[in-house]
């Protein structure tokens, strides 16, 4: 059974950076895409960034410029720095792979404070 672990959430003022990270263990032979959703309250749940096995990576538009995911295969982690961290950002974040199946992380809380 695979399993996503993810750590570097916290409270952070507005301005400033978190580095996400997110490993996955168990039963791996491969892992085509990993990435990373998050989900305000009152809203659904949006993806934030993702990157395939060949390193192609998507973005959604708001984070473009501030977020940038990488991977390390080798320790089936993926990883997002977050710079110029914004109220808006505040969300849960959701590490995920598709191997597939699609597998999901539990979630770690990132709050931007104004």
């Known amino acids: 059974q695979v399993q996503l672990v993810e750590s570097g959430g916290g409270l952070v003022q507005a301005g400033g950076s978190l580095r996400l990270s997110c490993a996955a263990s168990?039963?791996?032979?491969?892992?085509?895409?990993m990435g990373w959703y998050r989900q305000a309250p009152g809203k659904q749940r949006e993806l934030v960034a993702g990157i395939t096995s060949g390193n192609s990576t998507i973005y959604e538009d708001s984070v473009k410029d501030r977020f940038t995911i990488s991977r390390d295969n080798a320790k089936n982690a993926v990883y997002l720095q977050m710079n110029i961290l914004k109220p808006e950002d505040t969300a849960v974040y959701y590490c995920?792979?598709?191997?597939?199946?699609?597998?999901w992380g539990q979630g770690t809380q990132v709050t931007v404070s104004s």
């Open positions: 168990g039963s791996i032979f491969s892992i085509h895409a």
């Open positions: 995920y792979a598709v191997f597939p199946p699609l597998v």
